[in-house]
């Protein structure tokens, strides 16, 4: 990944980092409390939930570190109005995701290329639908013509 | 008041340049010029080299013209970004280079000079090259 | 003697025309991510997974080796050229590198970085192939505690010497272990984090994991604009470095060479930290330090021949301990696992066609990469022009469709995406992905490397100190893990330093 010391993104004020921590705390407490339930046995015969209760112990207790640093960490970034595009994102994959066993992949895959094109990525109406169907295009060509993969088709 | 002109290292964009020359020193208006590669890319061929930027400096102080450089990156239409300069500067006319372009490459993907033509709201100046 | 037999054996391996052709596909593919910014040898080797099934272990194993030592090839063009690294190992290649193309000398630098790749990545098997099977043959003596001693430092080291925070860095450890233990206990078949679903209970799939944390999360991560500025294509016209450069470079790269495999070796180290180290230390030696960053030879001959040995000394802890020394390294270890290989001390004896075929394979790779570097200079450049916002839906359907083919399961897309908006958030948030993927793998043969000790110790954790290896291990363990402590509170305050964080070895 290349490093690009003009695009920094401003860091992430401490309400962000005191959230991150508080979640990495509530997830080491109730990984323990899980753990616990397990039924930790002994040193000499460690049970199932031995180690788990380990790990969630120094997690929450790191994270109660973290909690404890939240104003002065600076290594975490800004949420800001990009971060929509990666909303979007991921709501094309969760689409693409339910739609694929009922509908094939060819139509999902379309939209979604079709969307990252255009809306995340800026380009052109004629270059989004033409890379959109070259790819689904070549995908059919590839994955169920030549290496004849099970993927759900409608074609 | 100020010429415009679209510039790409390319034949075409050298017509237009030679064009917005004669036609700043005629009007005697400074001539700014806009070499905005798309962004995103790390390279854009699009982009004038270092020494091809001096170059063209050197034209237009030999020929009497004031030259701005505008090489800052665009997201969206290089159309609508050579209108929004020509905006910006106050331009009195905008110099465009014309391309040679086939029905079926102009379905594809569109003519930027057409729609510099279309969405003008001022003179444009559309030359081939020689 | 006999045990040459084996070496020539994988020589074999690596003639046959498949494996010759995966290792060309494979360092091809190591170059052009190495180029193009956003993806990393981690990321790739994550997407291409499911391509794994399908090809024999050594086949597999031969590319994805590929992609990791080919992309630190890679990297370095847009750095010399483009003033732009294109992995962080070479982000030092940029000081020198750069200021000989603005001297109009990029073809030397680029040759120069090409030859100490080579040079670097070939001394680098030879070592490895005479101190890989003494090192097995050592760990075989090794039991549950020695294990648990090896997994908890080299999960500390790379979470320690890697990117971002350490705390952090930990803490995705921590988590990448606490995911491991989801799914039915290996001792005492107890369903553990499983919340009832069918799906969860024989535990999380590392390759979903692995795609979405590295794969999906980095082009999600992408999608934010960052502003990268623009340049305009770059020409090279000198193409190779003179005989007076070479002589010049040669010390660096001899010693570039050497610090290379060792830090490559060390969980965390690598080729980042190799590259850095061997600039400074070049550097730092030569009578006239001032030439460096105004186009030395030495300057780009030293950090690439290091991190070309590094990325080749780093297989070392994978292939004769069956631990993982980094990032790329954890991924790979869950490919050989979804071949059926456990990686250990084993892997020597009982696939010597796999551990050669891999290790003789990095020879021809590293002369393709040799071939293949200079021409194609021009050819990565024009690459390098397609916009990323075209190559991310591409790469993204390529994960996605890949997803299903590992179990013809919609499940396993859904994890993708899931894993991939976690490892999103961890990136944004300051947590490094790569010490979780590396816990993660790690994670059931530390927990039960852990309660072996203890049952062998009856419940006593004072006995990891009475076995010699397992108890030097310890040690350093608590070194690393207490030294960052124990200097904030000796140190007290201390001004941070205005020089370049050009880290010294540990």
Redesign the interface.
Known sequence: ????P??R?PA?GSV?NVV?ALV?VG??AA?FA?SLA??VG???????????ML??G??TG??L??LA?ARR?T???R?HR??L??LG??AS??V??AL??TIG?EIP?AV??FV??RF????GWRLSVV??LG?VAA?YLI?VGALS???PHLF | MTVVVGFL?TAEGEAAFTAALDEAARRGEPLVLVNS?????????D????E?AAALADRASEAGVRLALRQE?HTGDIADELLRVAEQENASVIVIGLRRRSPVGKLFLGSNAQRVLLAADRPVLAVKPA | MDSLSPVLAGFDVVLEPVNLLYCLIGVVIGMLIGV?????PAATIAILLPLTFTLEPVTAIIMLAGIFYGAQYGGTI?SVL?R?????SS?VTVFDGYALTRQGRAGTALGIAAIGSFVGGTVSIVVLSIVAPIVAGFALDFGPPEYTALALLGILLVATVGN??R??A??AA??G??LA?VGR?G??S?E??TFESLSLADGLDFVPLAMGLFGLA?I?YA????????????KVTNVWPSRADLRQAGGAIGRGSIIGFVLGVLPGGGAVLASLTAYAIEKRRSRTPERFGQGAVEGVAAPETANNAAATSSFIPLLTLGIPANATMAVIFGALLIQGVTPGPQLVTEHPELFWGVINSMYLGNVLLLIMSIPLVGVF?RI???????L???T??IT??GA??VN?S?FD??LV?AF??LG?LMK???FDPGPLVLAFVLGSLL?SS??RS??LF????TGFFTRGISGTLLACFLAVALLPAARSVLGGRRRPATTPTIKEPV
């Open positions: 990944m290349s490093s690009d003009a695009g993104v992430a962000t991150t990495l997830l080491g990984a899980g397990l039924g002994s040193a000499a015969r460690p049970g199932p939930g031995t180690w788990p790990v969630s120094v997690l790191l994270g570190v973290l640093l960490t290594d975490a970034e949420f990009s971060g595009l990666v994102a991921v994959m969760i693409f995701v694929i066993g992949f895959s979604l290329a990252w094109l995340l990525g800026g380009e890379i959109s790819t995908f994955f993969v099970p993927i | 290292p590669p798309r962004a995103g890319a790390v390279v854009s061929a982009l004038a080299s270092p091809a990156p | 193009l910014p956003g993806l990393g847009t483009l732009l690294p294109g992995e962080a982000v971002g925070g705390i952090k930990v803490v921590c988590l272990l606490l233990t206990d001792f005492v107890a553990r984090f980095e999600l999608l934010e604009e960052r502003h990268r500025a623009v340049h305009a294509p770059a450049v390098l022009r397609v916009r990323p916002a075209i991310a839906p591409i993204v359907l996605l469709v299903y083919t013809n919609t897309i859904a995406i991939g908006v999103y944004k948030l300051g927990e852990l309660r203890l049952l009856d419940g006593d954790p």
